[in-house]
T-cell receptor
Framework: GAVVSQHPSWVICKSGTSVKIECRSL??????MFWYRQFPKQSLMLMAT?????????EQGVEKDKFLINHASLTLSTLTVTSAHPEDSSFYIC????????????FGEGSWLTVV | QKEVEQNSGPLSVPEGAIASLNCTYS??????FFWYRQYSGKSPELIMF????GDKEDGRFTAQLNKASQYVSLLIRDSQPSDSATYLC???????????FGPGTRLSVLP
């Protein structure tokens, strides 16, 4: 079953409004979570690395004031797209790093954002 | 710049054949290697990981690692149309939790 849950799966918002996406690790604690954006038929693009209890590390070219990341607990990270515009419409995916067998990352189901 | 490269494809194979997906990486210090499958419109899901040189088998999937050549591959035996997806290679460095993903190879299994 899923070990990382992402919500909402689909969201439509009006231009200029803000949208929050949640990412939860279900049965493990994740000190590190990652946020990606993916446009249709394109590769995953890492936006930022979210560390519990500290500021997120953003990739070059990603506006930290526009994409607010909060990792307030060991099982929850949120991404808020502020003042959304149609060009922000994309598939947003989170992942969480799980220590133990594999020491790997597991992905959430993804969130489709459409800004109208 | 740490890089992971994959042939974007599409790679087309007939049903029942062996599909071979390849990945090369630039960071010699990389220690962990992962294969993810991503169906269109869905998020990636982990298929398997490999740490040591050689082969690792899991059902119809076999991962192969050659650190000297900085090369990792995924073989899919008895390919099925349901295997049609994009396969992402990911590489993790020796420290931290930094994963670098390749661009993915699109596989099409023809019935």
């Amino acid at each position: 079953g899923a070990v990382v849950s992402q919500h909402p799966s689909w969201v439509i918002c009006k231009s200029g409004t803000s949208v929050k996406i949640e990412c939860r690790s279900l049965d493990f604690q994740a000190t590190t979570m990652f946020w990606y954006r993916q446009f249709p038929k394109q590769s995953l693009m890492l936006m930022a690395t979210s560390n519990e209890g500290s500021k997120a590390t953003y990739e070059q070219g990603v506006e930290k004031d526009k994409f607010l990341i909060n990792h307030a607990s060991l099982t929850l990270s949120t991404l808020t797209v502020t003042s959304a515009h149609p060009e922000d419409s994309s598939f947003y995916i989170c992942s969480a790093y799980r220590r133990g067998e594999g020491n790997t990352i597991y992905f959430g189901e993804g969130s489709w954002l459409t800004v109208v | 710049q740490k890089e992971v490269e994959q042939n974007s494809g599409p790679l087309s194979v007939p049903e029942g054949a062996i599909a071979s997906l390849n990945c090369t990486y630039s960071d010699r210090g990389s220690q962990s290697f992962f294969w993810y499958r991503q169906y269109s419109g869905k998020s990636p899901e982990l298929i398997m990981f490999i740490y040591s040189n050689g082969d690792k088998e899991d059902g119809r999937f076999t991962a192969q690692l050659n650190k000297a050549s900085q090369y990792v591959s995924l073989l899919i035996r008895d390919s099925q149309p349901s295997d049609s997806a994009t396969y992402l290679c990911a590489v993790k460095g020796p420290s931290g939790q930094n994963f670098v993903f390749g661009p993915g190879t699109r596989l099409s299994v023809l019935p």
